[in-house]
């Protein structure tokens, strides 16, 4: 017989960890249906993603929550983009944080912890997990998060950072351009048009957003890296943290979070065994 391609077995390790999480779902279903019949508390899935993204601007993260959403069926709370939208609805929370930012301050931990909070309990594409981005940023950040959590009986699986160089971090980010009208990207260097500063598509001019400058990135990644490294420190103790080297393309850095999760996830099906270890792909 001859040897089985990595290929093959990468495509099959994907393939039985998508119908290992479609099975947890629908147990998960049924066990929330028993619950309302007989009036129990339904148990939350054994095996929901409840983690969190770190990386600087341009590592990617941006790439790889929607792929992380989409398998896992988790939410995608983006910090910055849940501050808005609380403030546009005019929530309670929105309401304060806009007065606070209005007088020129920062919203405290408190009030985005409580916003976090409100969207585990009130939004149903979280009912199997969530993927934070952009929270927590300090150590009281964390310790607040994972009191929240602990008091819901539940607690983070994984911080995974997506580690890349500086120098190629502005590489990436001064050579982009962009055009307005459709968003389409390209990039001067990786990714040209065909015809210089023009749109493939319909020949319209392409921009460089003012931010997407050298200067303004290196103070961007000197203020991320000071507030970023003592929470690392924070989860590599915990024994959560993993890193990922951001550099590859998005494909391998998508294989190296699914082997995160996967390892994760070997740990706690040791005792039972999963179909991977069953058919023979896992070490």
């Known amino acids: 017989m001859p040897p089985i391609k990595d290929e093959t077995v990468d495509a099959l390790r994907d393939l039985v960890s ?28 054994t095996n929901s993603m409840r983690m969190i ?16 959403k989409e398998k896992y069926s988790a939410c995608h709370l983006a910090t910055g983009d849940m501050l808005r939208s609380q403030v546009a609805k005019k929530t309670s929370l929105g309401r304060e944080a806009k007065k606070i930012m209005d007088q020129g301050g920062l919203v405290s931990d408190e009030i985005m912890v409580d916003m976090i909070k409100n969207e585990l309990d009130n939004n149903s594409e979280c009912k199997y997990g969530f993927i934070l981005d952009g929270f927590p940023r300090t150590v009281a950040q964390a310790e607040r998060l994972d009191k929240m959590l602990q008091d819901k009986q539940q607690k983070l699986q994984h911080a995974v950072e997506l580690q890349i160089d500086d120098g190629l971090l502005v590489s990436r980010i001064t ?24 749109d493939d598509v319909t020949g319209e001019p392409l921009i460089q957003r003012s931010d997407d400058n050298a200067e303004t990135l290196k103070k961007r990644l000197v203020t991320y890296h000071q507030q970023t490294t003592p929470v690392v420190n924070y989860y590599q103790k915990t024994g959560i943290w993993k890193p990922i080297d951001a550099s590859q393309e998005p494909g391998q850095v998508w294989k190296s979070l699914l082997n995160v999760f996967q390892e994760n996830k070997s740990s706690s099906t040791t005792a039972t065994g999963s179909l991977l270890s069953k058919i023979g792909l896992r070490n």
């Open 18 to 45: 998508k119908l290992e999480s479609r099975v947890e779902q629908l147990e998960a279903k049924l066990q929330s249906a028993g619950g309302e019949r007989s009036g129990r508390q339904p148990k939350a899935p």
């Open 53 to 68: 993204l770190i990386g600087p601007p341009g590592a990617g993260k941006g790439t790889q929550a929607p792929r992380i």
């Open 175 to 198: 050579g982009r351009l962009i055009h307005p009208a459709s968003g389409r990207s390209y990039h001067k260097i990786f990714n040209p048009p065909k015809e210089s500063m023009k």
